[in-house]
């Protein structure tokens, strides 16, 4: 079945570095996938998404593309920020159900 | 963006008893809403699929008798937590997407902040 994997956490920076965290998917046909961010205590919101090979999705600094050659979706930010803490989720949907299969999620630490 | 709401943030309740969570898409339509549950420091698992107006759809190994769903609007579905045991103690959250751009491909799907139920 489809699945989606990441890097294994935590992931622990200083300000202003770069960050990549992984992210691999195996599934059928031809998923969007998606970045979702998870702040202390909050439900997840959406950051950035792509629907077809080699699409680029970007927000809030954040970029990732669609590789599908590579199966892979890795996120990217030139320079985090404290703020930046969190858990991110890869996740990837495919066909139209709105079903989403997440990764098992990277803890973020950004310290000053 | 659209608005997700569920509700409580937090419930703790004595083994054997039952606990309903609510989730309202609060400025849109949604036939189709989603239950995950989150243990701690894993991913979502889905739970089941939540169709208005009909049965939802259990993902494999979720008992359907445990984890009743029901969705009588289009703004609102129910998980209750039947006969709830301290291993059903975890963070359950829900998602919807708009109706009216369903034809659009992976819509965006939005999340309520989440319910952390504790069985005790």
């Known amino acids: 079945g489809d699945s989606v994997t990441q890097m294994e956490g935590p992931v622990t920076l200083s300000e202003e570095a770069f960050l990549t965290i992984n992210c691999t998917y195996t599934?059928?046909?031809?998923?969007?996938l998606f970045w979702y961010v998870q702040y202390p205590g909050e439900g997840l919101q959406l950051l950035l998404k792509a629907t077809k090979a080699d699409d680029k999705g970007s927000n809030k600094g954040f970029e990732a593309t669609y590789r599908k050659e590579t199966t892979s979706f890795h996120l990217e930010k030139g320079s985090v920020q404290v703020s930046d803490s969190a858990v991110y989720f890869c996740?990837?949907?495919?066909?139209?159900?709105?079903?989403?299969?997440f990764g098992q999620g990277t803890t973020l630490q950004v310290k000053p | 963006g659209a608005v997700v709401s569920q509700h409580p943030s937090w419930v703790i309740c004595k083994s054997g008893t039952s606990v309903k969570i609510e989730c309202r898409s609060l400025d849109f339509q949604a036939t189709t809403m989603f239950w995950y549950r989150q243990f701690p420091k894993q991913s979502l698992m889905l739970m089941a699929t939540s169709n208005e107006g009909s049965k939802a759809t259990y993902e494999q190994g979720v008992e359907k008798d445990k984890f009743l769903i029901n969705h009588a609007s289009l703004t609102l579905s129910t998980l209750t937590v039947t006969s709830a045991h301290p291993e059903d103690s975890s963070f359950y959250i829900c998602s919807a997407r708009d109706s009216l751009r369903t034809g659009t491909l992976n819509t965006e799907a939005f999340f309520g902040q989440g319910t952390r139920l504790t069985v005790v």
């Open positions: 996740a990837l949907s495919a066909g139209n159900t709105g079903k989403l299969i």
């Open positions: 599934a059928t046909g031809y998923p969007s």
